[in-house]
């Protein structure tokens, strides 16, 4: 079991890094539940809230050590807090990994885990089939940045994806199930042209979650969320969340990577791939990317986090299984022109989903109605119990149309890459009774007639 938050004295040496407390050897169900935080004696049996932005030494000496990384332990929020590192330490033992970290937000994640590792002249190759603020992100706001990104067809062949990678490419980016096109990777595809070219492969995993699908096992290096989805569960908080396997070599791999393989000047000469070994990325994700740019979680909400957390192996087979029924229901619509569940056996990836998240894949439904992009307006503005909201994937059903919302920026060529159809309805299934949520469609679909 993982050790509980220690107070400075006796720290562990900078050997073990600043993240050292991850659980491991228990199912997914009790890591739910009792991950990340294991009280001593005394203390609180619930993760408490470490509202302080500071944390207090006795010596100066002592402070100074942690701020040479010399020492574990805590001294201003925006680097670390407790609650958040128990929170981060729940997930990073769900992943499999071996270091993670929260973020703000899932943005700040995506943003971090390639900024962490590519900067101005470098490359990075992402699927096409992301979220649309990534692929906003990736391809106006780093190309501001100067890092250049090639955007393949997830299904592109292995012999013409070996054809995007420059010797400048840094990393591989995609998401395990896209959203909202719902697109399933084929995760070994793309985890084997990033090895062969000496980079990591980055997934997204919000949609399938680590209780449907852990990436690592199929080589993915590092795995970042939007905690803000099924992870809360409730819509009640904004989060993200990196996870590091800590199995990439970075040092095999020194020349692409001299952030983590050469000298910081900025804490006296420090060689992150040689000092903190498997913690090497998340530490200097830490001790660069918080110090400098900031976009911590709030303890606050890193404890409803934590609570959703609780109930993520509850929750997820719920959703999936009314995905599963609401999507089975549209199949069988005269009014419905096409769906697209990856749980469906008329799925194109329900096979490769059975290889890649046998328990279940998620409960986003894609689909659009005949008669196009007029009658799924109408369509969506005639449920009652589903509601617009921009939110997915959390326990109220909740519907939104991409090509109006989400991926407005997005021109119609942008939409098709995406794989985003202008009829496209995401419709996220909560988990309230599938037998209500269907009547809701059939009587939006009778008022549409
Ligand atoms: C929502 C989402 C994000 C962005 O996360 P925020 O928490 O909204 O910043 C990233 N990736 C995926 C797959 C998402 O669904």
């Given at each position: 079991m993982e050790q509980r938050y220690t107070l400075p004295e006796g720290s562990p040496s900078a050997k073990e890094g600043v993240h050292s407390r991850v659980s491991s050897g228990y199912r997914p169900e009790t890591i739910c539940i009792q991950g990340g935080w294991t009280p001593g004696k005394g203390e609180p049996r619930v993760l408490p809230i470490y509202q302080s932005t500071t944390f207090k030494y006795d010596t100066s000496e002592q402070m100074a050590r942690l701020f040479d990384l010399e020492d574990e332990g805590?001294?201003?929020?925006?680097?670390?807090?407790?609650?958040?590192?128990?929170?981060?330490?729940?997930?990073?033992?769900?992943?499999?990994?071996?270091?993670?970290?929260?973020?703000?937000?899932?943005?700040?994640?995506?943003?971090?885990?390639?900024?962490?590792?590519?900067?101005?002249?470098?490359?990075?190759?992402?699927?096409?089939?992301?979220?649309?603020?990534?692929?906003?992100?990736?391809?106006?706001?780093?190309?501001?940045?100067?890092?250049?990104?090639?955007?393949?067809?997830?299904?592109?062949?292995?012999?013409?994806?070996?054809?995007?990678?420059?010797?400048?490419?840094?990393?591989?980016?995609?998401?395990?199930?896209?959203?909202?096109?719902?697109?399933?990777?084929?995760?070994?595809?793309?985890?084997?042209?990033?090895?062969?070219?000496?980079?990591?492969?980055?997934?997204?995993?919000?949609?399938?979650?680590?209780?449907?699908?852990?990436?690592?096992?199929?080589?993915?290096?590092?795995?970042?969320?939007?905690?803000?989805?099924?992870?809360?569960?409730?819509?009640?908080?904004?989060?993200?969340?990196?996870?590091?396997?800590?199995?990439?070599?970075?040092m095999a791999h020194k020349e692409k990577f001299p952030g983590l393989t050469t000298p910081d000047e900025s804490y006296h000469g420090l060689v992150y791939a040689e000092a903190f070994g498997k913690k090497a990325y998340i530490t200097k994700a830490t001790a660069q990317l918080m110090r400098d740019l900031g976009a911590i979680q709030s303890p606050q909400n890193a404890f409803l986090l934590n609570v959703g957390l609780e109930t993520l192996h509850l929750r997820v087979p719920c959703h999936c299984e009314n995905a599963r029924k609401v999507a089975e229901y549209l199949e069988a619509c005269e009014d419905v022109a096409w769906v697209n569940y990856p749980g469906l056996k008329s799925s194109p990836?329900?096979?490769?989903?059975?290889?890649?998240?046998?328990?279940?894949?998620?409960?986003?439904?894609?689909?659009?109605?005949?008669?196009?992009?007029?009658?799924?307006?109408?369509?969506?503005?005639?449920?009652?119990?589903?509601?617009?909201?921009?939110?997915?994937?959390?326990?109220?059903?909740?519907?939104?149309?991409?090509?109006?919302h989400t991926h407005r920026q997005l021109s119609d060529e942008q939409l098709i890459e995406a794989g985003v159809k202008p009829d496209l309805i995401r419709f996220s299934v909560g988990i309230e009774n599938a037998v209500d949520i269907i009547a809701d469609i059939e009587q939006a679909l009778d008022a549409v007639r």
């Open positions: 805590y001294f201003y929020t925006r680097l670390q807090n407790p609650t958040n590192d128990a929170v981060a330490q729940k997930i990073c033992a769900l992943e499999g990994g071996a270091a993670a970290m929260l973020t703000s937000s899932g943005q700040a994640a995506t943003f971090y885990s390639i900024f962490n590792i590519a900067s101005a002249g470098d490359h990075v190759i992402s699927s096409a089939t992301i979220y649309g603020g990534s692929s906003n992100l990736f391809t106006v706001t780093l190309k501001k940045l100067g890092i250049d990104f090639t955007l393949v067809d997830p299904e592109i062949s292995p012999e013409e994806l070996e054809k995007e990678f420059k010797p400048n490419t840094r990393a591989v980016f995609g998401e395990t199930i896209s959203n909202p096109s719902l697109v399933v990777l084929d995760i070994e595809k793309f985890a084997k042209a990033a090895h062969d070219h000496g980079v990591p492969l980055i997934l997204d995993n919000t949609f399938a979650t680590p209780i449907n699908c852990r990436p690592f096992e199929f080589g993915a290096d590092i795995v970042t969320h939007s905690t803000t989805k099924y992870m809360d569960g409730h819509a009640m908080s904004v989060g993200g969340c990196i996870v590091d396997s800590g199995n990439f070599d970075w990836y329900y096979e490769r989903a059975k290889k890649y998240m046998p328990g279940g894949t998620c409960g986003v439904i894609a689909f659009g109605l005949k008669g196009g992009r007029e009658r799924s307006i109408k369509f969506m503005d005639s449920l009652k119990l589903a509601a617009i909201v921009t939110h997915v994937a959390d326990a109220r059903t909740s519907v939104l149309h991409p090509a109006s």
